[in-house]
């Protein structure tokens, strides 16, 4: 059974900070990883998705990839209020497991003003 | 352009009851995902369509249906609810495969089996 662990929180940060969320996955075959932010009550939208080792940026946000750790993060810089919600980490199978993704648990922001 | 839609938003059903949960989607995507989502177990996949033609099970396909009616449709039927499968549902689609496009979620169909 593959899996992809996070951290459930709720993870609090001050308006202004650096909020950290990780991720940790067990098939060492993925190729393609994903963080989605979800509102409360809403449905997931793709906000960074990564593909090779290393951090690719995007605005506030970055990710970054480690495949021998098996470890993705997501860093956002500057966090503001609207930036609270629950960020998921999604993960691509392997081989014929390639067209699903297997989702984790999410880690609920919370971005003090 | 409406992307991914889901009908009904809401339905209550009574145990033992049935009931099919449509999707559309109109961006000529090839795969369709059907999701359930439970309070502190994130997303998982009941079934998908990788292809028009082609359905496969997901994760937790026990107590489930699925019919790729043509590209633009995916339905998920329950042929006797319970009240385990109380739970929102997510359809979602995505151009290829999940390597390299964005997978595009619908908004939602929040089910309560009494």
């Known amino acids: 059974q593959k899996e992809v662990e996070q951290n459930s929180g709720p993870l609090s940060v001050p308006e202004g900070a650096i909020a950290s969320l990780n991720c940790t996955y067990s098939d060492r075959g993925s190729q393609s990883f994903f963080w989605y932010r979800q509102y409360s009550g809403k449905s997931p939208e793709l906000i960074m998705s990564i593909y090779s080792n290393g951090d690719k940026e995007d605005g506030r946000f970055t990710a970054q990839l480690n495949k021998a750790s098996q470890y993705v993060s997501l860093l956002i810089r500057d966090s503001q209020p609207s930036d609270s919600a629950t960020y998921l980490c999604a993960v691509s199978g392997s081989g014929a497991g390639s067209y699903q993704l297997t989702f984790g648990k999410g880690t609920k922001l919370s971005v003090i003003p | 352009n409406a992307g991914v839609t889901q009908t009904p938003k809401f339905q209550v059903l009574k145990t033992g009851q049935s009931m099919t949960l449509q999707c559309a989607q109109d961006m000529n995507h090839n795969s369709m995902y059907w999701y359930r989502q439970d309070p502190g177990m994130g997303l998982r996949l009941i079934y998908y369509s990788a292809s028009e033609g082609t359905t496969d099970k997901g994760e937790v396909p026990n107590g489930y249906n699925v019919s790729r009616l043509n590209k633009r449709e995916f339905s998920l039927r329950l042929e006797s609810a319970a009240p385990s499968q109380t739970s929102v549902y997510f359809c979602?689609?995505?151009?290829?495969?999940?390597?390299?496009?964005?997978?595009?979620f619908g908004p939602g169909t929040r089910l309560t089996v009494l």
């Open positions: 979602a689609s995505i151009l290829g495969g999940v390597g390299t496009d964005t997978q595009y």
